[in-house]
């Protein structure tokens, strides 16, 4: 069975970090391009950071610029978010997704919201 599961939400303090993973089961993450996306109550999903399939294809929204990291651990089949300096404004459920084909670029999956796979979320919560 194929499916995806995040982990690492939570409650923090603004200025605060946290770090999400995406574990795939029944896939090989290296051979897709894994997006992190986010849905904020009444707002559409939207993409935050993909990365993908080959080195250096790495796409952050505007908002995560230099504040959030992507990365993959391929022997553990893992993506990670670290996100530092948390704002209220990040506040949402944050979903992994996982796309094998097209679209095969890490800005196009995220322009799009795109995946072929996606996990069930985890809830990220800024506030004091």
């Known amino acids: 069975q194929l499916q995806l599961v995040e982990s690492g939400g939570g409650l923090v303090q603004p200025g605060g970090s946290l770090r999400l993973s995406c574990a795939g089961s029944?896939?090989?993450?290296?051979?897709?391009?894994v997006g992190w996306f986010r849905q904020a109550p009444g707002k559409n999903r939207a993409g935050v950071s993909c990365i993908g399939s080959r080195d250096s294809d790495e796409f952050y929204d505007d908002s995560a610029k230099g504040r959030f990291t992507i990365s993959r651990d391929n022997v553990r089949n893992m993506v990670y978010l670290q996100m530092n300096s948390l704002e209220p404004e990040d506040t949402a459920i944050y979903y992994c997704?996982?796309?094998?084909?097209?679209?095969?670029?890490?800005?196009?999956?995220?322009?799009?919201?795109?995946?072929?796979?996606w996990g069930q979320g985890t809830q990220v919560t800024v506030s004091s």
């Open positions: 997704s996982a796309t094998n084909g097209w679209p095969n670029t890490a800005q196009r999956v995220c322009d799009l919201a795109w995946g072929d796979y």
């Open positions: 029944g896939l090989s993450l290296e051979d897709y391009v």
